[in-house]
Structure formats: C-alpha cells, structure tokens
C-alpha cells in the first residue's frame, strides 16, 4: 500500500513538473472530486486564453502576459452532471498555485499571485460590509413579505421600507468610499482597476464615475483591463443618470398609435414601467403603484408601458388588477424597433424615473427604493 502511494505523490509531482516553463506564469491546479479528462478553459474577460483536460487529478496552463490580469477558469461539465463551474484569480507572470475541492470553489486556496493576495485582502476587509449589506436585504424581505404574499401592498409597508432603504444607500456609500480608498493607496495596481469596476452603479452619473477614474494611475491607460473599463462605462451610460431618455413607438387604449413622448408631461417628474401581462412579478408591484399614484399623481406621472404582443392579454391583465393610472403598450416601429430596443432590455419589470427636463433621474426605482426617492423629490 505505501509503494503505491509513493507511485501516486511521483505521478503527481511529474505531471506539476510537465506545467513549468522558463519565464512568463505557471498555474498548476488541483481540484478534488474533478475527473481526469475535463475540459479546463482560460479566459481574460471574453477572450478565450488556453485550454487543456484534467489529467492525473491536475491540470496546467502555462504562458506569458505582458500585464497582470483577473482571468476566469471554467471547469466544463462533468460526466452525470449538469454544467460547470468558473473562479476567478489575478494571472501574473509567476508560479501560481491552486488547491481546493469541486464542492466548493468559493474556499480555493491560491498562492503566487502577489496581485491576488492583494485582491484578498481588500476583501477581507470589505466582507463585513457585505455581511450587513445581506442583513439589509433580509430586513427588506422582511418588511414586505405582507406585501408579496398576504394580499398586496399596504400602507404599513412604506414607513419601515423606507427606513431600510436608508440603511441600504448609507451602506452602499460606506462600501463605493471603502473601494475609492483602495484606489487612492494602490493606484498603479492593476487590482484598482477591479475594485473600481464594482463602483459603477446607476446610482452615479457618467460625471461622477469620470472624475473617480482620475484616481487611477495613467499608467494603467495603456492596460487592455483599463480599456475595457472605458468600454464598459461607455456602455452603461448611455442611458445613465442624467441622460436624455429614448423615445419609442406606442399604442393607447383606444388604438391610438404614437410616442411614449406624448404622454411625457413637461415640468414634472415621471417614471416609466415596463411590464407585461406574463410577468408576476411586475403585477404584484401594481398595488404599491397605484398607492403611489394616489399620494403623487399630481406631481409625479406613471407611464405604464405593457411589452406584450397580444393586445388581448394586455386589456385582460388590466381589466384583472385595475391599475388606474396611464396604460399604454409597446409597439415595434418601422425598423423593428421597440422599448426593449430603446433601452436594452433582457426582461421585465424595469422602471425609470425622468425628471422635468426629460433627464434620467434614477434606473430600477421600485418598492422601497422609490417610495424613499419621491420622499426626497417631493419634498415628504
């Protein structure tokens, strides 16, 4: 039994060996419960690195890299189950060293990366705010779990919900300063770039998120990470705080085509929702609309636009939660184009708000998240 052993730690040591090159990085893994045979793949961002198979309990890749940069490695589905599963780590041109358990991948242990070793430490300061952030979102459950399963939305929601809600952005603000404080003592590090890609948030304008990235060192500019930041911020906000909205094609209840912009009234806030008849979980925010139609119709005008294609559902569904405040539903124009067109959409419910000027005024503003932004807007 022992000499079999010692074939096994030999056959284990060189297969590690095989992984070793003269320069550039090395990341020798070694998942338990993965079977020989497995598909590995690398990836920096979309970009497909390197692949290999599970071999002897390990599996390899070896090359160069002329920045450090958070790759994904995915572990491609295994015989009897279903899918995969992927970590991340910060590649370098050093030997990388990875030990864990297919059961969870979340306790990896790695070592060799002096840029993951410095991401690990960020947080591990940082979870304790995470922690209290998750409490926040069960406190919130808990205020309107009333309101999703006891018969709708009642007015005893609001008040707690709002309290909360205040907790949640005042953490939210604690955390965006945490990562800013990260940058401002690692500037040049390639890690920054990571730690500020997760304070992008539609929370911000393009304005704000700009004027951050100043912390960053222009050092970084050159970095294929950095451009991709560039690009992802150029994405996001398109239609981010303080950006026009996007017009697109109508249909009222009376057959009437036209725009969403003719329902916009001028000098006064107004949101947009976007649901459907299909959709659940846009109708059971119905009674927390129409409550806020009644507190800040005056003052604030809800343009519900349906996404159905069949104009019957829509008439059913309305004629089923009786919403009354505006109704209209989306159609496509003559390119094909539609509301899910305008705005991006991957699905439903989705909600902005739009200031008097047409100016987006906050994305996903629902529940208590809205009720604490009409507070602020209206003065109440």
């Known amino acids: 039994m022992r000499m079999k052993h010692i074939a096994i730690g030999v056959a284990c040591l060189l297969s590690m060996a095989a992984c070793k090159s003269e320069a550039g990085y090395k990341i020798t893994a070694r998942i338990a419960g993965v079977e020989d045979g497995v598909a590995v793949v690398l990836r920096n961002g979309m970009e497909k690195v390197d692949s290999t198979v599970v071999k002897d309990g390990i599996f390899c890749f070896e090359g160069q890299t002329a920045e450090p940069f958070q790759a994904e490695i995915s572990i491609e589905k295994r015989d009897g189950q279903w899918g995969g599963k992927a970590f991340d780590l910060f590649v370098e041109n050093s030997d990388i060293r990875v030990d864990g358990d297919w059961k969870d991948l979340s306790e990896l242990q790695i070592a060799g990366s002096q840029s993951e070793d410095l991401y690990k430490t960020f947080e591990k300061q940082i979870d304790p705010l995470y922690e209290k952030r998750n409490e926040l979102q069960a406190k919130m459950w808990g205020v309107y779990t009333g309101y999703l399963y006891e018969g709708g939305f009642s007015e005893k929601c609001i008040a707690p919900g709002i309290e909360v809600e205040k907790e949640s952005e005042a953490l939210e603000e604690r955390i965006v300063e ?54 992802r911020i150029a994405e996001r906000y398109k239609l981010g705080k303080g950006k026009p909205y996007v017009d697109f094609k109508v249909v009222d209840m009376n057959g009437k085509e036209g725009m ?3 329902y916009v009234k001028p000098g006064q806030y107004n949101m947009l929702e976007v649901w459907a008849s299909w959709c ?35 008439r059913k569904a309305m004629e089923e939660d009786q919403p009354g405040y505006l109704q209209l539903r989306a159609v496509k124009d003559g390119k094909g184009n539609d509301v899910g067109t305008a705005y991006g959409l991957h699905g439903i419910p989705f909600s902005l708000v739009i200031d008097g000027e047409g100016k987006i005024v906050q994305k996903e503003a629902r529940a208590a998240a809205l009720d604490l932004l009409l507070e602020t807007l209206c003065g109440e």
């Open 178 to 231: 945490c990562r800013l404080d990260f940058i401002k003592v690692h500037p040049d590090s390639p890690v920054a770039l990571k730690v500020f890609a997760d304070v992008l948030s539609d929370k911000y304008s393009e304005e704000q998120i700009r004027e951050w990235m100043k912390l960053l060192s222009p050092a970084l500019k050159s970095l294929k990470g950095y451009q991709a930041l560039e690009s």
């Open 280 to 314: 659940g979980h846009c109708r059971v925010e119905i009674p927390h609309l129409k409550m806020v139609q009644e507190k800040y119709g005056d003052r604030f005008n809800i343009i519900a636009v349906s996404w159905d294609k069949e104009d019957a559902e829509w």
């Open 260 to 262: 969403f912009s003719d």
